[in-house]
T-cell receptor
Framework: EAGVVQSPRYKIIEKKQPVAFWCNPI?????LYWYRQNLGQGPELLIR????????DSQLPKDRFSAERLKGVDSTLKIQPAELGDSAVYLC??????????????FGPGTRLTVL | AQSVSQHNHHVILSEAASLELGCNYS??????LFWYVQYPGQHLQLLLK??????LVKGIKGFEAEFIKSKFSFNLRKPSVQWSDTAEYFC??????????FGTGTKLQVIP
């Protein structure tokens, strides 16, 4: 089974430029998460999707960040314009449900963003 | 709001030493608890999880964790660490509204 795929793996941009990240979750996983992980910190949730619906975007800075998950599969996260403080690793994770009702998030490798 | 606290930021052990990493959470309701590991250059992987039942949970690679509800703790343990356990370990809690909150992580360095 393929894991969560993210691209690009690395991105270097100048401040005020736009940037986009792409995520392809594990096949059949309805739940998709975007996290931001700053250096020396744990992942912080930005947005969670159940199929194509964003059910928790309370931590997403909506003035510059946007996300979409068309057709409830792939997702993109966009920052426009980027600021120096946006430098971080952006993680995508997906979750499915076992027959027992338990679930586990599977993480992608992340996109390391550097804003100069 | 739920939160997770990992007390040890950086732990250095010799091979064969015993390991215990602390994790405390704050949330008044039912929780699911997780430990994730991130080996150098790799992505986050699930080490073990607690959903219900036996509070002593066994995970991969000889790790285990014990959920102590009265102490709001979910400490990670391993009787004898190996050099290959060098990694960063994250505790996470899922509480209200299916929200998962991660701790700040503990970097473990095992010296051969």
């Amino acid at each position: 089974e393929a894991g969560v795929v993210q691209s690009p793996r690395y991105k270097i941009i100048e401040k005020k430029q736009p940037v986009a990240f792409w995520c392809n979750p594990i096949s059949g996983h309805n739940t998709l998460y975007w996290y931001r992980q700053n250096l020396g910190q744990g992942p912080e949730l930005l947005i969670r999707y159940e199929n194509e619906e964003a059910v928790d975007d309370s931590q997403l800075p909506k003035d510059r960040f946007s996300a979409e998950r068309l057709k409830g599969v792939d997702s993109t996260l966009k920052i426009q314009p980027a600021e120096l403080g946006d430098s971080a690793v952006y993680l995508c994770a997906s979750r499915g449900k076992s027959s027992g009702g338990t679930d586990t998030q599977y993480f992608g490798p992340g996109t390391r963003l550097t804003v100069l | 709001a739920q939160s997770v606290s990992q007390h040890n930021h950086h732990v250095i052990l010799s091979e064969a030493a015993s390991l215990e990493l602390g994790c405390n959470y704050s949330y008044g309701g039912t929780v699911n608890l997780f430990w994730y590991v991130q080996y150098p250059g790799q992505h986050l992987q699930l080490l073990l999880k607690y959903f219900s039942g036996d509070p002593l949970v066994k995970g991969i690679k000889g790790f285990e964790a014990e959920f102590i509800k009265s102490k709001f703790s979910f400490n990670l343990r391993k009787p004898s660490v190996q050099w290959s356990d060098t990694a960063e370990y994250f505790c996470a809690v899922k509480g209200g509204y299916q929200k998962v909150t991660f701790g700040t992580g503990t970097k473990l360095q095992v010296i051969p």
